[in-house]
């Protein structure tokens, strides 16, 4: 909520060192909120149809894993703003 320290925060890594994080959900899973763990590794698992809402993520690592349907749709929370991306986005196997 907007009273809590870090309104729109999901999950937050503190930054002192790389920790493997598993973030699993199915078609009935909802996220909305932004997941920072600036220096550890995320891996996002699931099936297809999950709801995200308006989902934004950073992190060292991010792996995509299974049949994610994700789409995430800010246009509300950002109010018109452009979200900028990486400039280059590696797939590594």
Known sequence: GSTEPYPGMLFWGD???SVAHKISGDSSSGFQGSMYFPSDNVAFTGNSGMDVGCMRMA???IQFLG???LQSNCQTE????AFQAAGAVVIVE
Request: hydrophobic share 30%; proline share 0%.
């Open 15 to 17: 930054g002192s060192g």
């Open 59 to 61: 992190a060292d690592t």
């Open 67 to 69: 049949n994610a349907n």
């Open 78 to 81: 950002l109010a018109g703003s």
